[in-house]
C-alpha cells in the first residue's frame, strides 16, 4: 500500500481506508474486531465510520457502529490509528440522523452535539478527519465552517472533508474558507467506482485543482462488483437480496439502482477481463479505484474475514496500461450504468 496525503492537510492515510457502517447490523461485536485487528495487521490504518452507521439506519441501533469501533479502539495504541467520522448534516431521508426527527441542520448547535457524541461513543478524545455526511445547500457555508473550524482549533478535529457533495457545493465551500479565513474541505467523500464514475465528470477537475482529494466510498459498488448479484444470484445475506426481496420502497429502490441490465453486464465484462489478467475482480475493481490521482484513499467495507482478504489482494495490485484501457472500453459500452 501506498500512504497519501489528505489534500493540503499534514495527515498521510493509507491509500485503502476500512468502512464500518455494516458493524452493529451485519457484523457481530466479535466478527467487527476480527475484521479490524486484520486490516490493522495487513497495515491498513485508515477506518472510516459515521454518527449514524450502522445502515440501513434505524432508531434501535443508530450510533452502534462508533460504539463498537470505539471498544475497539480502547485496547489499542490510539496515534497508530486515523480515524474517520461524519456529522449527520440535515434530514436525507435514508441518511437522515433517525433519533432527530429531521430537525438538524449543519448548524453550530448541531455540530457541536453531533462530533461531542461521537467522540464519547468512540473513546477519544479527537477525531483525525470530521466530514459533513450529507451538504446543506439550504444553509450558509460561512456557518457551518465557521462551526467546523472551531472545533479545528479546539484540537477537537485535525481535518474537515465533505461527503456526497457536488460541483457547486465543493467550489463554495472552498470560496468561503479562502475569503473568510476557515479551516477547508481538504477531502471529499462520494459514490466512485467502475459502476460510477461521475466524479471524473466535473468533480475530478475541481479535486486536481484545488488539492481536494477523493475518497471513494462503495469502490465495489455497495458489492455488485464482486459478481455475486450476476447470473440471477441472490445469496443469502448480502444486502442488496435481503432488500430486494423483504425491504421497503426506499431500500427496494436502492437495491434496483445497484442491481440492473447495465450494471451487471458490466460486471459480466469485467469478470472475463479480470481472468484473462490473472486478476480476481474484486481486487480489479478495488485496484482500479486507488489508482487515481485525485484519490487519496479508497474505503471498502467487509462483513467477513473471508471478504477482507479478498478486498487486501488489491494492497499492491497495479493495473497495467492495456488493462485500464480495457475497463474504460467496457464503461465506454455500458455508461453509467448505476441508475
Given at each position: 500500500?501506498?500512504?497519501?496525503?489528505?489534500?493540503?492537510?499534514?495527515?498521510?492515510?493509507?491509500?485503502?481506508?476500512?468502512?464500518?457502517?455494516?458493524?452493529?447490523?451485519?457484523?457481530?461485536?466479535?466478527?467487527?474486531?476480527?475484521?479490524?485487528?486484520?486490516?490493522?495487521?495487513?497495515?491498513?490504518?485508515?477506518?472510516?465510520?459515521?454518527?449514524?452507521?450502522?445502515?440501513?439506519?434505524?432508531?434501535?441501533?443508530?450510533?452502534?457502529?462508533?460504539?463498537?469501533?470505539?471498544?475497539?479502539?480502547?485496547?489499542?495504541?490510539?496515534?497508530?490509528?486515523?480515524?474517520?467520522?461524519?456529522?449527520?448534516?440535515?434530514?436525507?431521508?435514508?441518511?437522515?440522523?433517525?433519533?432527530?426527527?429531521?430537525?438538524?441542520?449543519?448548524?453550530?448547535?448541531?455540530?457541536?452535539?453531533?462530533?461531542?457524541?461521537?467522540?464519547?461513543?468512540?473513546?477519544?478524545?479527537?477525531?483525525?478527519?470530521?466530514?459533513?455526511?450529507?451538504?446543506?445547500?439550504?444553509?450558509?457555508?460561512?456557518?457551518?465552517?465557521?462551526?467546523?473550524?472551531?472545533?479545528?482549533?479546539?484540537?477537537?478535529?485535525?481535518?474537515?472533508?465533505?461527503?456526497?457533495?457536488?460541483?457547486?457545493?465543493?467550489m463554495k465551500a472552498e470560496a468561503v474558507s479562502r475569503e473568510?479565513?476557515?479551516?477547508?474541505?481538504?477531502?471529499?467523500?462520494?459514490?466512485?467506482?467502475?459502476?460510477?464514475?461521475?466524479?471524473?465528470?466535473?468533480?475530478?477537475?475541481?479535486?486536481?485543482?484545488?488539492?481536494?482529494?477523493?475518497?471513494?466510498?462503495?469502490?465495489?459498488?455497495?458489492?455488485?462488483?464482486?459478481?455475486?448479484?450476476?447470473?440471477?444470484?441472490?445469496?443469502?445475506?448480502?444486502?442488496?437480496?435481503?432488500?430486494?426481496?423483504?425491504?421497503?420502497?426506499?431500500?427496494?429502490?436502492?437495491?434496483?439502482?445497484?442491481?440492473?441490465?447495465?450494471?451487471?453486464?458490466?460486471?459480466?465484462?469485467?469478470?472475463?477481463?479480470?481472468?484473462?489478467?490473472?486478476?480476481?475482480?474484486?481486487?480489479?475493481?478495488?485496484?482500479?479505484?486507488?489508482?487515481?490521482?485525485?484519490?487519496?484513499?479508497?474505503?471498502?467495507?467487509?462483513?467477513?474475514?473471508?471478504?477482507?482478504?479478498?478486498?487486501?489482494?488489491?494492497?499492491?495490485?497495479?493495473?497495467?496500461?492495456?488493462?485500464?484501457?480495457?475497463?474504460?472500453?467496457?464503461?465506454?459500452?455500458?455508461?453509467?450504468?448505476?441508475?
Open positions: 500500500m501506498e500512504h497519501r496525503r489528505l489534500g493540503k492537510s499534514g495527515l498521510v492515510v493509507t491509500d485503502l481506508c476500512l468502512g464500518t457502517m455494516m458493524f452493529g447490523s451485519r457484523n457481530t461485536k466479535e466478527e467487527a474486531f476480527a475484521i479490524m485487528d486484520r486490516a490493522l495487521e495487513a497495515g491498513i490504518d485508515f477506518f472510516d465510520t459515521a454518527e449514524v452507521y450502522p445502515v440501513p439506519p434505524r432508531a434501535d441501533h443508530v450510533h452502534r457502529t462508533e460504539e463498537i469501533v470505539g471498544e475497539w479502539l480502547a485496547g489499542r495504541n490510539r496515534d497508530e490509528i486515523l480515524l474517520a467520522s461524519k456529522v449527520g448534516g440535515p434530514a436525507h431521508g435514508w441518511f437522515r440522523p433517525p433519533l432527530r426527527r429531521g430537525h438538524s441542520a449543519l448548524d453550530r448547535n448541531h455540530i457541536r452535539r453531533a462530533v461531542e457524541g461521537s467522540l464519547r461513543r468512540l473513546r477519544t478524545d479527537y477525531l483525525d478527519l470530521y466530514q459533513t455526511h450529507w451538504p446543506d445547500h439550504g444553509m450558509r457555508y460561512e456557518d457551518t465552517l465557521e462551526a467546523l473550524d472551531e472545533l479545528v482549533r479546539e484540537g477537537k478535529v485535525r481535518v474537515i472533508g465533505s461527503s456526497n457533495e457536488n460541483a457547486w457545493g465543493l473568510c479565513g476557515l479551516a477547508r474541505y481538504d477531502t471529499v467523500q462520494n459514490n466512485f467506482s467502475i459502476l460510477n464514475r461521475r466524479f471524473e465528470d466535473e468533480l475530478a477537475f475541481i479535486a486536481r485543482k484545488e488539492q481536494i482529494h477523493l475518497l471513494p466510498y462503495s469502490p465495489l459498488g455497495g458489492g455488485v462488483c464482486s459478481g455475486k448479484y450476476n447470473d440471477g444470484g441472490r445469496p443469502v445475506g448480502a444486502r442488496f437480496s435481503e432488500y430486494l426481496h423483504a425491504g421497503g420502497e426506499r431500500q427496494q429502490s436502492m437495491a434496483h439502482r445497484f442491481v440492473n441490465e447495465k450494471s451487471l453486464a458490466t460486471v459480466a465484462e469485467l469478470r472475463e477481463l479480470a481472468a484473462s489478467a490473472g486478476y480476481g475482480l474484486v481486487p480489479l475493481c478495488l485496484a482500479w479505484s486507488r489508482q487515481h490521482d485525485f484519490v487519496a484513499s479508497s474505503i471498502f467495507g467487509a462483513t467477513s474475514l473471508e471478504q477482507l482478504e479478498e478486498c487486501l489482494q488489491a494492497r499492491d495490485l497495479i493495473l497495467p496500461d492495456e488493462v485500464l484501457a480495457a475497463i474504460d472500453a467496457i464503461t465506454a459500452r455500458h455508461p453509467y450504468p448505476l441508475g
